[in-house]
C-alpha cells in the first residue's frame, strides 16, 4: 500500500538596509547598536571582516578605524585580523579566494551565531555572501557595499555567487544577508567609470517599474555626471528601494523564469565575458538597455523619440551605448547565442524582459535577432554621431 | 542624515514523502504521476541521476529499469547516462566527488527548471543536494534514499552537506528537496549492520517525542533484527513522520542553538571520528543514545530501570551500546572534546538535549565530564555482561 507524508513550513526573512556615512567613526552608533539589539548575554559573537583589496588601498586608515571601533564593543569581538582579498570579478574566477575565507571561518572557529562581514565592490559581497551561505549551513552575513551598483542593487539583494569555468555566477545561493549598510563616504575613492556604471542600474529599474524616478533621473542628467552628493545619494536609495520591492513583491528566490530585473541583461552578460571583463558590468548594463530599448521601439512599443530620448540619456550620463564587438561577426554570433545561456541559467522558457512602455517591463518569450542586429546597427550610429559631436563642440 | 529601509518576505516550503516498492516498475505511476504535475508545456524537463555505487552493484537491473521507465515519459527526458558516485562517508570527504556532479550538470545544461536526482545512502543524499542547492542558485532535488536511515530520518529533512578537511558537515545548506520517494524494495540489499543501524535514528525520536512509539518499538524487539518486512515498514514511516513533525513545528532552519534531533549525537559524531568512521553512524548513534540516557539517569532524571530498558533494548536490537575506544585515555579526552566542537558546529552556547523523562527532551547547558565517564565505565560494564551471556546462551 503506498502512503504519503506531507511536509510543509514557511520562514520569514527579514533585514534592514541602512544608509550611512563613515560606519567605523567612533561616534557612529548605528552599528554598535545593531549587535547591541542582536547581541547573546552568554558569550561574544565572533565578526570576521573581509575587506576589497581596492578599498583596503584607497581607505588607508580602514584597519584603524576597525580595530578601534571594535575594541569599545562589549557584544562582539573581532574573529581574526580582516582578510584582504583582490576585488573586482578575478575574486569569483578564482576557487582559491573561496577557499581561503572558508579556511578563515574553519581557522577563527566563526560559528553560526557569530558575523561575517563583506566590505567591497559587488563581486566581493557575492563571492563572501556566498562562502558565509555555505559555512556551517549559513553564517550571518553583513554587507558593507562600496560601489554605486553594489549600494544600489547587488548588495541589497538575497543572492550570492561565484563562477565556475568562467561561467559567471554558475554556483551560488539564494541567502539574504542579516544587514545591509549603505555607508555612503566609501564611493568617494571610485574612479569615473565605476561612479558612473552603477547609475545603470538605476535607469534600468526606473524604465521598468517607475517613470517618476525616471523622469527624476532625467532631471539629474550634469549633476551626477560631475559627483553631485545629494543626487547620487538620492538616487542609490530610491533604486535600492525599487530593487527591495521587487524582490519582496516578486519572486524572491526566483521559483519561476521571469527575471524583470535583468531587463537589459541578456546581452550585458555576453558582452561582459566577450570585452574579457574589460567592460564593467553597469557599463555593459547600459548598452544592454539601449539595445532592449531599441529594440522595444522597433516592435512598436515606444516611439522614436522615447527610445532615442533614453539612448541620449546613457549617452549624456557619461555612459557607453554601444561597443565596437557588437558589430564583428563573430561578435553578432556570440550575442545571440548569449540568449540561449540566458534562458539556461534561469531554466525554462525563454523569457526576457523588454518595455510595454516606458516605466512598464514585460515578459517576451521570443527576441528575433534580425531586430537586435538591427537595434545594434541604429546604436552604433548613433555612437558615431556622437563622436562627431564631441569633436565639434 | 541616516535612512533605514526595511526588506521582509516569507517563503513557503512544501514537499511530499512517498512510501512504495519499486519505483521504477512500468506499473509504479508514483513518478510518472509526480512529473506530470509539475509538466511544463513549453519543454521537457531534464533529470540527471546521481547513483549510489554500491546500490548501483547490488541492483544490477536498475540501469535498464531506468532507461525503460524514462522512455515512456513524456513530460521529462534523461540528462545523459546516470552518474554513479561511490557511496558512504567517503564521497561526502572527496572534494572530486562533488567536482563530478558540478561538472555533470554544466556538461547536461541541467537547469533551475531540470531535477536533480540522488539513489542512496544518506552520504550520497547529502552530497548530492549539496551540490544540487550550489549549481545555478538551486536545482530542484529529489532524493531516492536507499538505507533505513536515509529512509527514515536524514533523507526526509531539509539539511545537505559534505565534510570540509575531515570535519564532518562543515560545508551545507538549508535546502528542502522537492520531493522524497521513499522505495522499500532498495533495504533489501543493505548488509546486517547498515539494517540495523538505522534502527538507532527511530529509538532517539521516540525517546525525546513519543514514549508510545517507544514502546511499540519495544514490542518490535525480535521481529525487526529478524528483518520483518512490516514492522521495519511501520518503523520508517513513524520515525520518518516524527522527524517531519519535528522539523515543521521546530526550526527548520535552525536558526536558534537547540536542535533536540541531535538527541545521542554530540559523542556519536566524535566517536564516528575516532574510529575512522569504521563504526556506522547509527551504530555510534546506538552508543551516543545509551551514554546520555545513563547521564540522564546520573543526574536523577530516569530510574535505573528505565535506563536499563533502553540500554536492553539497543543491545537486543542487535546494536551496540559501547566502544573501547572511549575507554582508552585518549578517546575519553577525544569524547569530551567533542561537546566543544559540537557547540562550535551549532554555535552560540552549548546546548544538549536529554531526557526529562521516557519519551520526552529537555535542553540542557552544561555537560558533567565525569558523569559522562562514569556512563561510559557502567556500559562497558553492561557489554562485558552481555558477551558473558551470549557465551553460555
Ligand atoms: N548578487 C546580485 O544580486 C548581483 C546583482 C548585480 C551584480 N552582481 C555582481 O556584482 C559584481 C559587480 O559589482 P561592482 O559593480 O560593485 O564591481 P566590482 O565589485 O567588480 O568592483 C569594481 C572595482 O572597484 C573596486 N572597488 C570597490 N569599491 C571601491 C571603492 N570604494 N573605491 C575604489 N575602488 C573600489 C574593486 O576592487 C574592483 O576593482 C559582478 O560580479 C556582478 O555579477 C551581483
Ligand atoms: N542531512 C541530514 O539531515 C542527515 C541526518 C543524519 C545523517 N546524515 C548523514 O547520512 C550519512 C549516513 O547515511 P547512511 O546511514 O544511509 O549511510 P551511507 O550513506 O554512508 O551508506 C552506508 C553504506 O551502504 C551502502 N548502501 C546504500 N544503500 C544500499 C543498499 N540499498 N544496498 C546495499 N548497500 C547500500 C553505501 O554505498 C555505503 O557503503 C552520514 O554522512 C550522515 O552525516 C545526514
Ligand atoms: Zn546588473
Ligand atoms: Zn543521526
Known sequence: ??????????????????????????????????????????????????????????????????????????????????????????????????????????????????YVFAIGGGAILDLVGYAAAISHRGIRHVRIPTTVLSQNDSGVGVKNSVNYKGKKNFLGTFTPPVAVFNDYSFLATLDKRSWLAGISEAIKVALIKDLDFYNWIQAQVEDLPRRDSQSMKELIYRCADLHLEHIRNGDPFELGSSRPLDFGHWSAHKLEQLSNFEVLHGEAVAIGLAIDVIYSYLIGNLTESEALSVVNLIHQLGLPVYHPILSEVEGKQQLLKGLTEFQEHLGGRLTVVLLEKLGKGRDYHHIDGDYVLQAIDILRDFEKEYNRLDEVS
Open 1 to 114: 500500500m503506498e502512503r504519503v507524508l506531507k511536509q510543509g513550513f514557511n520562514i520569514d526573512y527579514s533585514y534592514n538596509i541602512y544608509f550611512t556615512e563613515g560606519i567605523f567613526a567612533p561616534h557612529n552608533k548605528l552599528l554598535s547598536d545593531f549587535f547591541q539589539q542582536r547581541r547573546n548575554p552568554d558569550f561574544k559573537q565572533k565578526v570576521l571582516v573581509v575587506v576589497d583589496s581596492s578599498v583596503w588601498k584607497h581607505h588607508p586608515n580602514l584597519n584603524q578605524e576597525l580595530q578601534d571601533y571594535f575594541k569599545d564593543l562589549n557584544d562582539v569581538v573581532l574573529a581574526g585580523p580582516p582578510l584582504v582579498i583582490t576585488g573586482g570579478e578575478v575574486c569569483k574566477n578564482d576557487p582559491q579566494a573561496l577557499e581561503s575565507i572558508v579556511q578563515a571561518i574553519d581557522e577563527y572557529a566563526v560559528d553560526r551565531h557569530s
